[in-house]
Nanobody, 127 residues
Framework: QLQLVESGGGLVQPGGSLRLSCAAS????????IGWFRQAPGKAREGVSC????????NYADSVKGRFTISKDNAKNTVILQMNSLKPEDTAVYYC????????????????????WGQGTQVTVSA
């Protein structure tokens, strides 16, 4: 059974850091893209970052460049989103999702490309 499970969310003060994990089970991350998305109350879900597992190529939304870093742990079949210098506007439910990319290439954070999603983890940035 294919499954993506997010963890690591929580409450943090502005300027703080959080480390989100997306653990995949039931399939190998080889030749799959993992993307992170977020959805704040009343707003559309937006792409944050992605990594193409075969080539390790990463992509970031402008709003998080220089603050967030995506990486993968092949041994654990897990993708990590390290979030630093967090701002109140980063508050949202964060989701990971995946699509198949069998050849090396750049991943996209376009939501419509993704066809399997996790359940999300809440991130709240507040003093």
């Amino acid at each position: 059974q294919l499954q993506l499970v997010e963890s690591g969310g929580g409450l943090v003060q502005p300027g703080g850091s959080l480390r989100l994990s997306c653990a995949a089970s039931g399939f190998s991350l080889d030749y799959y893209v993992i993307g992170w998305f977020r959805q704040a109350p009343g707003k559309a879900r937006e792409g944050v970052s992605c990594i193409s597992s075969s080539a390790g190529i990463t992509n970031y939304a402008d709003s998080v460049k220089g603050r967030f870093t995506i990486s993968k742990d092949n041994a654990k079949n897990t993708v990590i989103l390290q979030m630093n210098s967090l701002k109140p506007e980063d508050t949202a439910v964060y989701y990971c999702a995946t699509y198949w990319l069998p050849s090396p290439g750049v991943c996209t954070v376009a939501r419509g490309r993704y066809n399997f999603w996790g359940q999300g983890t809440q991130v709240t940035v507040s003093a």
